[in-house]
């Protein structure tokens, strides 16, 4: 199924927004966000290798023949470096691994140069915004004091270290080593990571903490560097598990209903909310179970297995069975947006991705169960005659959609859907690990460290 809807999302996208970054699929016609600037194609990109991984070789060699034709990083304009990041660069890196054409290789690495001038900082913690031609950057206006942000700067990792590999240039690798170094330096208020981190003075911004948006990805980050260096990255792997170990005694707490969430954490008071895209960390408990400190194995699987409950009630508990934006444990409220603006649903797919991660770990048949909910749903909710749209608010029987159809429904989502009905063997883990935008990357063997070091 997650086959025929990747068909109806691209031949819509092709039909009506061909080359342009993503499909409005109601209008029918191209949407560009500002996040990449002039850039064009995020959603061609950010689809080769799902194109390639569900066997659908016409449609992937027609995205190959525009990439080579038409992606251009020659553009005057500002682009967000995080976003550009784990969408081209690693849609172009995963699409290389897979496939061996070296067109993606060097679209990466040429792209890759191209947001270099973003650490040209006091600290060499990276700009959030960067003009590609200017090499000029700064960070968004809203972050606290000129702040960069914690999951903006801590999700580059995986990819510079592959861009290093592929291109024999050790910048990309120094480059985010030394955001480690800032990172270690620094007091963390209750052994917790804040949200922003000023790029000028290397301090910490407001002592705001959250593994939904401004947070998540960068602890991600550091479970899967330790497991992409073949389990040799050993500042990676405690960094990680004395994260988790802060994250548990400081942030999950279990509703009166008996709902495990990870609240967000405002200079040490909690704010009782949990966002969608806070449940891509049941996923990632489970991922890292297998190497958490030996008495803690059980309870890193529990841990996911609770936190993918929890998000599949937020599901569960709306009209439409697909999750709001952000969901509330205050005020006899369990698992539900109480607020407007938290009420809608983009086509995320953090949910998918915890369930993917849990079928595959455990084999619990309910995470497959869960999954062809989640599918019934789009089906009958997102799915329009021009693609599939997000909704507007999830409570709410009349439909209202938002006319987008965002790139990471098909980088993302629906490659997750397919992994949840696929056998083990496709990308499996102990040779793929996937960044943050799903695009999987090969596990870098120490045999390959050797083979480098003899080179030079």
Known sequence: VSLQMMKHAWDNYKRYAWGLNELKPISKQGHSSNLFGNIQGATIVDALDTLYIMEMKEEFKEAKEWVEQNLDFNVNAEISVFEVNIRFVGGLLSAYYLSGEEIFRKKAVELGEKLLPAFNTPTGIPWALLNIKSGIGRNWPWASGGSSILAEFGTLHLEFIHLSHLSGNPVFAEKVMNIRKVLNRLDK???????????????????????????DSFYEYLLKAWLMSGKTDEEGRKMYYDAVQAIETHLIRKSSGGLTYIAEWKGGLLEHKMGHLTCFAGGMFALGADGAPSDKTGRHIELGAEIARTCHESYDRTSLKLGPEAFRFDGGVEAIATRQNEKYYILRPEVIETYMYMWRLTHDPKYRQWGWEAVEALEKYCRVDGGYSGIRDVYSSRQSHDDVQQSFFLSETLKYLYLLFSEDDLLPFEHWVFNTEAHPLPILDKDDENKEETQK
């Open 189 to 215: 208020p209750e052994g917790l990571y804040p949200n922003y981190l000023n790029p000028s003075s290397g301090q910490w911004g407001q002592h705001h903490v959250s593994i939904g948006g401004l947070g």
